[in-house]
T-cell receptor, first 111, second 116 residues
Framework: DAKTTQPTSMDCAEGRAANLPCNHS???????VYWYRQIHSQGPQYIIH???NNETNEMASLIITEDRKSSTLILPHATLRDTAVYYC????????????FGTGTSLTVIP | GAGVSQTPSNKVTEKGKYVELRCDPI?????LYWYRQSLGQGPEFLIY????????DSGLPNDRFFAVRPEGSVSTLKIQRTERGDSAVYLC??????????????FGPGTRLTVL
């Protein structure tokens, strides 16, 4: 699975959009981009995934560049409850194997 | 509906002891995963079950670690002769048929293991 690079930490003001970047320059054509987050003392939680088109759900939006070498997770109106570690993961879809989480981005939403 | 559950939530043991950690996956999920998370790190894969069989155990650190899933549902992670370095949060996840792309993994709250 492709390696991802994320900033170690970020801050965001409450109510503003949080934009979390991820670089995955060695991504293969059949690898999806997944985002998970982990709130303190809880298990990771799925947020969103995509292949090449931008995706949106009730939690977030995922913007993938045309060359697929990077992506951005957007939380449109960050709340204090969005404070968590956010993991960007790329992997081949439909396989049974594990996710490689890396160390993620620690997002702090500031009141 | 019920999510993935793990018991116990916390386990304190002494060096050299044997421990068992239990995972109850979401009903109907055929795939089950164990991860280990050390402080300040992301989860690290240990083992993956497809049904009753371990399809990939490449993440188990050594032969003191073993996991079973005898009936294709509940799984138990077993650690023999525990060492202080085994202290971590052990996470379990389950998913539907992994052949259905792209599968989402649902995680339990984890078991915090402390080896004194």
């Amino acid at each position: 699975d492709a390696k991802t690079t994320q900033p170690t930490s970020m801050d965001c003001a409450e109510g503003r959009a949080a934009n979390l970047p991820c670089n995955h320059s060695t991504i293969s054509g059949n690898e999806y981009v997944y985002w998970y987050r982990q709130i303190h003392s809880q298990g990771p939680q799925y947020i969103i995934h995509g292949l090449k088109n931008n995706e949106t759900n009730e939690m977030a939006s995922l913007i993938i560049t045309e060359d697929r070498k990077s992506s951005t997770l957007i939380l449109p109106h960050a709340t204090l409850r969005d404070t968590a570690v956010y993991y960007c993961i790329v992997r081949v879809a439909g396989t049974g194997n594990q996710f490689y989480f890396g160390t993620g981005t620690s997002l702090t939403v500031i009141p | 509906g019920a999510g993935v559950s793990q018991t116990p939530s916390n386990k304190v043991t002494e060096k050299g002891k044997y421990v068992e950690l239990r995972c109850d996956p979401i009903s109907g999920h055929t795939a089950l995963y164990w991860y280990r998370q050390s402080l300040g790190q992301g989860p690290e894969f240990l083992i993956y079950f497809q049904g009753t069989g371990a399809a990939d155990d490449s993440g188990l650190p050594n032969d003191r670690f073993f996991a079973v899933r005898p009936e294709g549902s509940v799984s138990t992670l077993k650690i023999q002769r525990t060492e202080r370095g085994d202290s971590a949060v052990y996470l379990c996840a389950s998913s539907e048929l992994p052949g259905l792309a792209p599968n989402e993994q649902f995680f339990g709250p984890g078991t915090r293991l402390t080896v004194l």
